[in-house]
């Protein structure tokens, strides 16, 4: 798993290009930037990345007086997904395994997370769209579809702006009655917040709730009351890209983890390698009707 050591580079990459990105001056880049490396100087090396880039996106929006600095990013990928989709809708229509198609295309959208690289071109896209139909999956999908039609309530946590369009094909292949998508509370570089998922037509599919926090994967001391009700209640949670990884594989909940492995630390911990397309389950599971979290909150 990613330690605190091995996300600081990243994290200063991102400090940099979000400053940019709102077009804070040299000054204020600065400014950023020192506090970021004083606040990391005295972090908390047990805690996982994703508790890390709260605080200095946190720290990011403030120095700047901007609430989101991906916004302009999240509403390109969102409208270029959306492009996309009606040509990944005939694809998964015309497939021999539908759901299969789905599960893959759900996780060529992961590669759309700025939090891995600051830069990402249409072409990359397109490249992670072929990838996924023709690489290996890396997971047993009829454990998924067996899970899927047993479960009264599924919980659907998403991640990046862009991607979740790319969710609308899988989420189409479930008992929508009985599914609740869960988005960030608030902005967190690209993670898909509440406008984003209703941009790309989420509400059109399924129920969407927020997990009241702004972390860039699932903090459960932080969430809401209303999100961890739901985490409770459900059945099975399927739960999208590295950071619901990091912060929730060792939950005692029935979870299947849908991912595509950007990073050689996650690749080691998954024994898989970079590209690799992931569909996990977790070994923590509890039994049925004995997955209910109780969460200490800070």
Known sequence: MQTFLDCVPCLLRQTIEACRMVGATES????????ALKDLSGADFSQPPPRQAQAIHRLIRELTGQRDPYQKVKERFNDLALGLLPELERIVAEAPQPMAAAVRLAIA???????ITGTLEDSQVSEAIRHALAYPLQGDLDQFIAAVAK?????????N???VVFD???????????VTVAVKGAPIINDATREDA???GIDKLAAIIDNGTDAPG???????DNFLRH????????????GNYETLNEAPKDIFFILKIKCPVIARDLGGAIGDLILRRSSHRAPSGQGKIHVLKR
Not at 28 to 35: A, G, I, M, S, Y
Not at 218 to 224: A, G, I
């Open 28 to 35: 204020v880049q600065e400014r950023v930037l020192r506090q």
């Open 151 to 159: 479960s009264r309530r599924i919980l659907y946590l998403a991640d």
């Open 231 to 242: 985490f409770n209640e459900a059945d099975l949670i399927i739960a999208k890209g590295q």
């Open 168 to 178: 609308r094909l899988l989420l189409a292949q479930l008992p929508l009655e009985r």
């Open 218 to 224: 699932t903090l459960l001391s932080e969430c809401s």
């Open 198 to 200: 209703m941009a790309a």
């Open 109 to 115: 959208g992961n590669v759309i997370d700025m939090g």
């Open 161 to 163: 702006a862009g991607e």
